[in-house]
């Protein structure tokens, strides 16, 4: 009994001291969780979430309703859950790198910041991976860096959006191998592989999953994760061929930015137990599962913005 | 052969057939709902599919995709504003056609041609798919920016009356279509200071307030409602499919061409439903005897766009199962359903796991099948609502479906303020002269014209004259050609109309004295 007072009063005061109204932490959840996906339906981030909504459900016990609030890249879903979420474990939202490093450098109004959040996890990566067409002259990145060299600007490397995972790839890949490509965005992975096919694009710098889906009708040269990836086990690493460039897009998921630890911990160890089970389904895809939660967040964090604002910041300065 | 039949027997069960039905009906009244689409009827049925075996799953998402883009015909005919953004054509003459009293007529048309549009796509699917899909990826950058200018030339045609206000509206529309993160170059544009302004303007939400809010205020204006109350049949219904059923069998060339043209365009990546059937209602236009019809009730119309947005369902899976690009909108959330269960576009689809995908490809076919039947009746159903229902109920009743429907689309209450900030001004611009087609064509084409032709300049950065990549094979001169033509054609009858009246006045003038 007196236990139970003692727990009252203490998330009492802590309720109070955080400002959330009538939430008792210790059961928490009891009601239905809006995962928003800050992106259109049928894309990476949506169909990752459709895999893991039944079994958050069933781990956590309550509905976990995913919900789309697509525009900017992200930016209008990232801007309006920084602005207006709750810290109450009830709202979390999908967060993905290098999107949220990269916008609010480049735009004067992205709306929210790199760190106004606390990112919960990141569940897993799909690294970049340089495809050619089947009938390329190249066959393996030496080719290309060579022909690239001799011709400045003439190789042309297709990827979705711009100052996105697969744009910044393709800078550091012009960093490290002293060359000069043109890079053309698309708009999102969709009309990549006709580009790839019909030979508008020298080559496409996009994710592993394409490198995967595409294997009949073309040819990855490297991937940019540190091991090579399950799905595609005869594909090199741009670090075994050389080159030091690691590098994809990371997708997580995060909370605002008071939430009590508990929930953290408690969405964490959800996102990790429902990962063993959707891996199984995953992997073959080409998504490189992972596990990167608390300190390890803000290490890889550290780390990647280290990696991108220079090459940030030199491109907004061009612009 | 045996795979085909294999196929037809795994999904003509009972469960297999009441899957299809239920999948077309919930798709229909899905995209007969304005802002509710067919990406997002896919979308928010997708979960419902998993307890589902894949081939189950499959037909009922294949079947929800063709009952939402024929639905979006309902609400074009009845209260001119397209369901979906595959319906903007049929708003040109369906709703005159409602307004004549006809719009038992120009459901059953819409109907029919919707249903033949479906097969004919699935046809071309089963049999034609790998010399198609070769088609898909010769359309790259430079002929992407063709194929838009190809359809901002429709403007002309769109702007019955004034080339000038056409035109005015389309380059609104273009201008609306800049607002936001550019599409290459990822800079935001015209957002004055508000990150919500980032996502830009969506085309439904444009589609809406332009089409929906004027004609609600006129309708409010005038104290009517959507249809004259003289919208009763003649003959009854049994009647009005027949004649439309003699109408379209009798002279098929419209059908035809029209399908044609939706399978064409279904395979190109990046154009979608919308672009279509505009295109396919454009050329029924210039090919036919009587152009000047068109737009007041001319049936055809209606039956150009409705046949040739069905063939685009499974037509535009041509490209996405034989080698994995969607080759409208809806089509990847149906690459998703794929890759979740583990199957992989490519030559393995129609080998390895050819049951499942015939089956596929054959429950899109019965799926058009279901359309005839669930269609006439719900056809029926609806049109009796709006004529029968009082538009003191029927107007609030829209109002409120179309700001539910906006604001599910992207859950933004901007959206909401967006849609009736441009429907209001697209009243006045409407009251000016000035309609709601051209902006919209301006939107979606812009869009599609921006990209292909930055896409082309920078890939042509080592070039010493960057231009001539528009111009740098067959294809893409072909189809600046074809641009130039279909200038030529619309803008030189009118021309010569009116340099023929002037030489005949001034001989009047002449001979006066």
Same mark, same amino acid.
Do not use: C
């Given at each position: 009994m007196k236990f139970a007072t003692t727990r009252w009063v203490g998330s009492l005061s802590l309720l109070a001291a955080l400002g959330i109204?009538?939430? *008792?932490? *210790?059961?928490?959840?009891e009601q239905p969780i809006t995962y928003t996906i800050p992106f259109d339906p049928g894309g990476e981030s949506d169909v990752t979430a459709r895999f893991q909504e039944p079994h958050l459900e069933e781990i956590l016990g309550v509905d976990v309703n995913v919900k789309h609030r697509p525009g900017g890249g992200g930016a209008v879903g990232w801007s309006e859950f920084q602005s207006s *979420? &709750?810290?109450?474990?009830?709202e979390m939202i999908g967060v993905n790198i290098p999107h949220i490093i990269a916008q609010p450098i480049m735009r &004067?109004?992205?709306?929210?910041?790199?760190?106004?959040? #606390?990112? @919960?996890?990141?569940?897993?990566t799909t690294p970049n991976a340089l495809i050619v067409p #089947?009938?390329?002259?190249? #066959?393996?990145l030496d080719d290309l860096v060579q022909y690239a060299k001799e011709n400045p600007q003439a190789v042309t490397l297709g990827g979705s959006g711009t100052f996105s995972a697969n744009h910044l790839g393709a800078l550091r890949l012009e960093r490290e191998a002293g060359i000069d490509v043109t890079y053309i965005p698309f708009?999102?992975?969709?009309p990549l592989p006709a580009a790839v096919q019909g030979g508008h694009v020298s080559g496409i710098f996009n994710y592993s999953m394409l490198g995967v889906q595409m294997q009949d009708n073309a040819r990855v040269? *490297? @991937?940019?994760? &540190? &091991?090579?990836v399950p799905a595609l086990p005869d594909v090199p690493t741009f670090k075994e061929l050389g080159y030091d460039i690691v590098g994809g897009a990371y997708r997580g998921v995060a909370v605002p930015k008071d939430t009590p630890d508990e929930i953290v911990n408690k969405l964490e160890e959800a996102f990790a137990k429902t990962n063993q089970r959707i891996a199984e389904k995953q992997e073959p895809l080409g998504f490189v599962m992972t596990d990167i939660t608390d300190e390890e967040v803000d290490k890889v964090m550290q780390q990647l913005k280290s990696a991108y604002q220079p090459i940030l910041e030199e491109a907004k300065a061009n612009q | 052969m045996d795979m085909l039949l294999e196929a037809l027997l795994s999904i003509l069960t009972l469960e297999g057939l009441i899957t299809i039905l239920a999948g077309v009906t919930a798709g229909l009244f899905i995209g007969a709902l304005?802002?509710?689409t067919a990406t997002m009827a896919l979308a928010v049925l997708l979960? /419902?599919? /998993?307890?589902?075996?894949p081939l189950q799953g499959l037909m009922a998402l294949g079947a929800v995709y063709m009952g939402a883009i024929y639905g979006g015909a309902f609400t074009a005919i009845?209260?001119?504003?397209? $369901?979906?953004?595959?319906?903007i054509a049929t708003t040109f003459d369906g709703y005159p056609m409602a307004r004549q009293g006809r719009a038992y007529e120009a459901l059953a048309a819409a109907t029919i041609a919707s249903v033949v549009g479906g097969i004919i796509g699935v046809a071309f699917l089963l049999l034609l798919a790998p010399p198609l899909a070769r088609l898909a990826?010769?359309?790259g950058p430079a002929e992407m920016f063709w194929v838009a200018l190809l359809g901002l030339t429709l403007v002309a045609s769109l702007s019955s009356g004034s080339l000038l206000k056409g035109l005015l509206g389309g380059c609104i529309g273009m201008l609306l279509s800049t !607002? $936001?993160?550019?599409? !290459? %170059?990822g800079e935001t544009r015209f !957002? /004055?200071?508000?990150?919500?302004?980032?996502?830009?303007?969506e085309l439904i939400v444009a589609l809406i307030g332009l089409f929906v809010i004027p004609e609600l205020i006129s309708m409010a204006a005038q104290g009517?409602?959507?249809?004259?109350?003289? $919208?009763?049949l003649k003959g009854g219904a049994g009647s009005a499919i027949l004649r439309m059923g003699k109408h379209i069998f009798s002279k098929p060339i419209n059908l035809i061409r029209s399908c044609i043209i939706g399978q064409i365009i279904a395979i190109i +990546?990046? =154009?979608g439903g919308n672009v279509t059937s505009l295109v396919a209602y454009n050329e029924a236009r210039r090919f036919s005897?009587?152009?000047?019809?068109f737009g007041k009730g001319n049936v055809d119309g209606v039956i150009a766009s409705e046949s040739s947005n069905n063939v685009?369902? =499974? %037509?535009?899976?041509v490209p996405l199962l034989?080698?994995? !690009?969607?080759?409208? +909108?809806?089509d990847a959330i149906i690459l998703g359903v794929l890759l979740m269960h583990g199957l992989r576009p490519g030559i393995d689809l129609f080998t390895e796991t050819g049951v499942l995908t015939n089956g596929f490809i054959l429950s899109m076919g019965f799926a058009a099948l279901f359309l005839l039947p669930v269609g006439l009746m719900g056809g029926r159903l609806i049109h009796r609502i709006v004529v029968k229902t009082p538009f003191y109920f029927l107007l609030p009743s829209i109002a409120m479906v179309t700001i539910l429907g906006t604001y599910a689309l992207r859950n933004s209450m901007v959206d909401v303020f967006i849609m009736l900030l441009l429907g209001t001004v697209g009243y006045f611009l409407r009251l000016i002269g000035i309609q709601a087609a051209p902006i919209v064509l301006g939107m979606i084409l812009g869009v599609i014209a921006e990209k292909g032709y930055v896409q082309t300049m920078l890939a042509a950065v080592?070039?010493?004259?960057?231009?001539l990549r528009l111009v740098a094979n067959p294809l893409s001169i072909v189809l600046a050609c074809l641009v130039v033509l279909s200038v030529a054609t619309t803008l030189l009858p009118g021309w010569l109309e009116r340099s023929g009246r002037m030489a005949k006045a001034k001989r009047d003038e002449e001979q006066a004295p």
């Open positions: 109204p009538g939430m *008792a932490l *210790a059961e928490y959840p *979420a &709750e810290p109450t474990g009830y &004067e109004n992205a709306g929210y910041e790199t760190d106004g959040w #606390k990112i @919960v996890t990141f569940f897993h #089947k009938d390329s002259p190249f #066959k393996t708009t999102g992975t969709g040269l *490297a @991937v940019a994760s &540190e &091991e090579r | 304005p802002g509710l979960p /419902f599919t /998993f307890t589902m075996s009845l209260i001119n504003t397209p $369901g979906t953004p595959s319906s990826v010769v359309f !607002i $936001g993160v550019s599409p !290459i %170059g !957002i /004055f200071g508000f990150p919500a302004l980032q996502g830009g303007i009517r409602g959507a249809l004259p109350e003289s $919208g009763k +990546p990046g =154009a005897k009587d152009p000047a019809s685009m369902v =499974a %037509g535009s899976m034989t080698l994995g !690009i969607p080759g409208a +909108p809806p080592v070039d010493p004259i960057p231009w």
